[in-house]
């Protein structure tokens, strides 16, 4: 998908890198065939309004929606539902089975220290798409349609206190994992093209940035 008029530079470079890379994931795994190019990661207080990226995000592309016990994570997430369907865009959710069921889901986004639930939670719901986190200092976790590996560069959030894995640490541990890893932490369109060895790009401020509601002209 090519984007039309309308988006930033910074947005068809992410765009051109994520689908570049997904494409030659998928060229040598049968198990990246069809995985999204691009994963929007939300957070309440760097995201406010996740719905007005995720609808401007091209189609093919992921929302991983994370509440964090939000007390409004049910109406945000059916906001973010309302956006993804009219974006043709897949909504997954944080480890909260019961919200992913409440706001129809695409799936599930597991924290690494979470991920062995991945067996039960694919008997129980085969069509969901089930990824997990990796920091790559444990083995990789298995039994998932993808890992999202992070930090690759310094990172805020979460990750900020985390070791950046560079990018040959990225690609060495990419290629341990027995499932297609996303490479997260710090990309932004001026390093994403660096990246080797991920089946596409996951983000939050970067992408919220470059996807998100275009500047209102005044006249």
């Known amino acids: 998908m090519i984007l039309p008029a309308g988006y930033s530079d910074d947005a068809r470079t992410l765009w051109n890198v ?14 990246a065939v069809g995985l999204p190019p691009l994963l929007f990661f939300t957070d309440p207080a760097r995201t406010p ?17 994370r509440a964090f016990g939000a007390t409004d994570a049910v109406e945000t997430g059916r906001k973010l539902r309302e956006a993804t369907t009219k974006a043709g865009v897949r909504l997954l959710v944080g480890l909260d089975v019961h919200l992913a069921q409440a706001v129809s889901a695409d799936g599930l ?14 008997a129980a719901r085969p069509d969901w798409l089930l990824t997990a986190a990796w920091h790559g200092e444990a083995a990789p976790p298995t039994g998932l349609d993808a890992l999202v590996l992070s930090p690759v560069f310094p990172a805020g ?6 070791p950046a894995l560079g990018v040959d640490g990225f690609a060495t541990h990419a290629a341990q994992a027995n499932a297609p890893v996303y490479a997260l932490g710090g990309i932004e369109a001026k390093n994403a093209g660096r990246i080797v060895g991920a ?14 509601e275009p500047p209102k002209i005044r006249i």
């Open 157 to 162: 959030g979460a990750s900020a206190s985390k």
């Open 109 to 122: 986004h597991l924290p690494e220290r979470s991920a062995d639930q991945a067996p039960v939670l694919r």
């Open 18 to 31: 994520a689908t570049a890379l997904n494409r030659a994931a998928a060229a040598v795994s049968p198990a």
């Open 49 to 65: 309004r996740p719905w007005a990226t995720a609808v401007r995000l091209p189609a093919g592309s992921a929302v991983i929606y």
């Open 199 to 212: 089946c596409g790009l996951a983000g939050v401020d970067a992408i919220r940035r470059a996807f998100g």
